[in-house]
């Protein structure tokens, strides 16, 4: 078994290793190149899952605003805010929307579906390549949300 985990865990760290290159140096994201800031947290414990995280920004956004590409049980991707002011006042809303699962996380979107529309796998060690084009597709839609959310104000 810890074999099995130890390659299942050592595929998803590839995984994030191309989104995190994607991100910055792959033709999708070629108009912020230059501009994204990506805070990595990296997991690993013998035998157990790997869990990962990419918090990816651009410079200009307002602090505590990012996408996050996850894996820890499932893999998903998130558009977040850490200060329910910042969503209130960008989102104008009256009340931050927090984000299920995420201690003092809340949505930076005007999607309603989140809490479920987030997921690519609810189990993320079946990740595959597919799942991590899925994966960036999604960040790239999240960061063009933001972007427009931010423009409006």
Not at 53 to 81: M, N
Request: net charge negative.
């Amino acid at each position: 078994m810890s074999a099995d985990i130890t390659l299942v865990n050592q595929q998803i760290e590839n995984y994030f290793t191309h989104i995190e290159t994607q991100i910055f140096s792959g033709d999708m994201f070629a108009q912020w190149q230059g501009a994204f800031e990506v805070k990595k947290v990296c997991v690993k414990k013998d035998n157990a899952d790997i869990k990962y995280d990419l918090d990816v920004r651009l410079q200009h956004w307002p602090e505590g605003v990012v996408v996050k590409v996850y894996k820890h049980k499932a893999l998903a991707a998130l558009p977040s805010v850490n200060n329910p002011a910042v969503a209130c006042e960008y989102l104008k809303t009256e009340a931050a929307v927090a984000a299920k699962f995420w201690k003092d996380t809340f949505y930076f979107s005007h999607r309603t579906d989140l809490d479920d529309a987030r997921y690519v796998l609810r189990e993320g060690n079946d990740m595959t390549e597919e799942d991590a084009v899925t994966c960036l597709n999604m960040l790239k839609a999240f960061i063009e949300e933001t972007e427009s959310i931010l423009a409006a104000k």
